[in-house]
């Protein structure tokens, strides 16, 4: 794979996380969103907040400073804030992914080769975007089962809908068909 189709790859995945994170939180309630099943559990809130923690830290001058920066407090990640609301969280959020989008849109097949450092541990810049990703993935998969818990049978799905996977091939099919023909 070429370098630029790698960071065109991850910067679509990352989006791809987002709008999955957000289409399953479009579809609880404020209740739902701060609930914890129980108290090791965390909420749609939480997890959000600490992703948003996360990317903030680890992409916030990528190439230059520690992905764990100084002002970030992980621990509270996991708490509900009196200042937490569903929309200072999401603003939050939004801010977390655009450190990510702006970062990978800056990055050049160059810095590929260079090494960045997360808690003091160097890391190569695609082991650390790899690890970005991978916990990114983890905690939105995390935000999709609990909201879709929370909705129920009101659940609209983000994927493929159940007994619909050989309807879906036969579309992909036909698409790419279609595609190759023009």
């Not at 907040?49 to 992409?59: D, E, I, P, Y």
């Not at 920066?69 to 937490?84: P, V, Y």
């Not at 999709?144 to 929370?150: D, E, F, G, P, R």
């Not at 619909?164 to 595609?179: D, P, V």
Request: proline share 2%; net charge neutral; aromatic share 8%.
């Amino acid at each position: 794979m070429h370098e630029n189709d790698f960071l065109e790859t991850t910067t679509e995945q990352f989006r791809a996380l987002k709008k999955l994170a957000e289409g399953a939180m479009a579809q609880v309630s404020s209740e739902h969103f701060f609930a914890q099943l129980d108290d090791e559990s965390n909420s749609i809130a939480m997890i959000l907040k600490h992703v948003a923690g996360n990317l903030r830290s680890r992409w916030t001058k990528f190439l230059t400073s520690d992905g764990e920066k100084s002002n970030r407090n992980r621990d509270t990640e996991f708490l509900h804030g009196a200042k937490d609301t569903r929309k200072s969280l999401v603003d939050y959020w939004e801010e977390g992914w655009s450190c990510v989008i702006d970062s990978l849109e800056r990055l050049t097949p160059a810095d590929l080769e260079r090494t960045v450092l997360i808690r003091s541990e160097p890391h190569t810049v695609i082991r650390a975007i790899q690890r970005s990703l991978s916990h990114t993935a983890q905690h939105v998969g995390q935000m999709v089962l609990l909201a879709k818990h929370y909705a129920g049978p009101q659940w609209r799905t983000l994927s493929i809908p159940r007994a619909k996977s050989e309807e879906f091939r036969e579309q992909m099919q036909a698409k790419h068909h279609e595609a190759k023909q023009q």
